[in-house]
């Protein structure tokens, strides 16, 4: 399993519209990332987006970062815009029971 992960801080005026954005995406789409939200740092979020091979983690990654995800356009609400969207691919090394 590889995985596609995006982090970035929402600007607190923009919380809501965030998250009532990203619930409808969620409800409408097939491939949808897990969203996570920092315990001890409020509006750090993380999106954790799976796939079973490389390519198709860093196809995700690509459209993440290129804007043809309609999740790019929370760009509009991350504190210093789409700079500050850091998106990352990860292989797994250790695997439970491996």
């Known amino acids: 399993m590889y995985i596609c992960f995006a982090e970035y801080r929402i600007?607190?005026?923009h919380r809501q519209a965030y998250l009532s954005y990203s619930k409808q995406l969620a409800q409408q789409g097939e491939l949808?990332?897990?969203?996570?939200?920092?315990?001890?740092q409020p509006n750090v979020f993380?999106?954790?987006w799976t796939a079973p091979s490389e390519a198709e983690a860093e196809a995700i990654n690509q459209a993440r970062r290129s804007g043809q995800s309609p999740w790019h356009r929370i760009k509009e609400w991350v504190e210093g815009g789409e700079a500050k969207v850091h998106v990352w691919t990860f292989r797994p090394v250790i695997e439970p029971h491996s």
């Open 32 to 40: 949808v990332p897990t969203i996570y939200e920092g315990t001890d």
């Open 11 to 13: 600007i607190p005026e």
């Open 46 to 48: 993380v999106e954790l």
